[in-house]
């Protein structure tokens, strides 16, 4: 089946890097991914959606400056935390819709997420 | 504003007893359902969907679930537990529109512990 993988799915930084996420549909083209965060022990909350080709969408209290988005192609999303601090510190998983599986509807799939840490 | 509650936050199930997993949605129409597990550390696995027709829907690892649109919920359940159920249970709903189907919004989860 179609899966998104996630690159790295560990990374330290220190405090004041930036750190890039990348997500990738390996079998099929995403013109929309979606990236989320989870803190420790919490659910997941939707940051943006990234629209290939054109701006990411980002939902409301998420820092466009602080978690820039690049959708620069129909296989790849990255995400890039600016000038990290530790309560950047979380999980953030990708997901990419695939339109090509046959159903009306196409399929979501999840990567496999990856954990930030900022000392 | 749509929302999804999992009343539940922590659940203990005897391994071979059955587990229900409960979860209501707040939104203006029948939005896509899902339930998502996460083991530690990992990404999810999708057990199940409904999008629509029966409202009885089966997905892998044994479980089931069931859509009542008269009380706005979507309660995942399991006949006999096995120890390798233990995880975080996430309920999600999607919206129901072709631009935005994708973006999900999720409970806060359920973590089940198994006991043997």
């Known amino acids: 089946g179609a899966v998104v993988s996630q690159h790295p799915s560990w990374v330290i930084c220190k405090s004041g890097t930036s750190v890039k996420i990348e997500c990738r549909s390996l079998?099929?083209?995403?013109?929309?991914m979606f990236w989320y965060r989870q803190f420790p022990k919490q659910s997941l909350m939707l940051m943006a959606t990234s629209n290939e080709g054109s701006k990411a969408t980002y939902e409301q209290g998420v820092e466009k400056d602080k978690f820039l988005i690049n959708h620069a192609s129909l296989t790849l999303s990255t995400l890039t935390v600016t000038s990290a601090h530790p309560e950047d510190s979380s999980f953030y998983i990708c997901s990419a819709r695939d339109w090509t599986s046959g159903s009306e509807t196409g399929e979501l799939f999840f990567g496999e997420g990856s954990r930030l840490t900022v000392l | 504003a749509q929302s999804v509650t999992q009343p539940d936050i922590h659940i203990t199930v005897s391994e071979g007893a059955s587990l229900e997993l409960r979860c209501n949605y707040s939104?203006?129409?029948?939005?896509?359902l899902f339930w998502y597990v996460q083991s530690p550390g990992q990404g999810l696995q999708l057990l199940l969907k409904y999008f629509s027709g029966d409202t009885l829907v089966q997905g892998i690892k044994g479980f089931e679930a069931e859509f009542k649109r008269s009380q706005s919920s979507f309660n995942l359940r399991k006949p006999s537990v096995h120890w390798s159920d233990a995880a975080e249970y996430f309920c999600?709903?999607?919206?129901?529109?072709?631009?935005?189907?994708?973006?999900?919004?999720f409970g806060a989860g359920t973590q089940v512990v198994v006991t043997p």
């Open positions: 939104y203006g129409a029948t939005p896509y």
């Open positions: 079998d099929f083209q995403a013109t929309t």
């Open positions: 999600a709903v999607g919206e129901v529109t072709t631009d935005s189907w994708g973006k999900l919004q």
